[in-house]
């Protein structure tokens, strides 16, 4: 069964700090690469961070230097560090493959910011 079960989120002050960890089953977890995504309020979803096989990342403009990305293949699992954080990385937290085609959404972790 293809599942992704993401963590870790809560309520932080702005400057505050956060892991969310996403567990990928079955196929979920490609070798193609993983992502972070995130949807706010009334907003659509947007990708915030991707990590490769090889272990190179890419980030969203308003995250870089911030955020870091980093998966564990043994235990087919991947982290988002969040650092500094501000009132606009409130949202629901999402991860799924890279690239598409995309498997099932999982429930999110929400993260909430407080300025």
């Known amino acids: 069964q293809v599942q992704l079960v993401e963590s870790g989120g809560g309520l932080v002050q702005t400057g505050g700090s956060l892991r969310l960890s996403c567990a990928a089953s079955?196929?979920?977890?490609?070798?193609?690469?993983m992502g972070w995504y995130r949807q706010a309020p009334g907003k659509q979803r947007e990708w915030v961070a991707t990590i490769k096989n090889d272990g190179s990342t890419n980030y969203v403009g308003s995250v870089k230097g911030r955020f870091t990305i980093s998966r564990d293949n043994a235990q087919n699992t991947v982290y988002l560090q969040m650092n500094s954080l501000k009132p606009e990385d409130t949202a629901i937290y999402y991860c799924?493959?890279?690239?598409?085609?995309?498997?099932?959404w999982g429930q999110g972790t929400q993260v909430t910011v407080s300025s």
């Open positions: 799924n493959r890279r690239l598409p085609p995309y498997v099932a």
């Open positions: 079955g196929s979920a977890f490609s070798i193609n690469g």
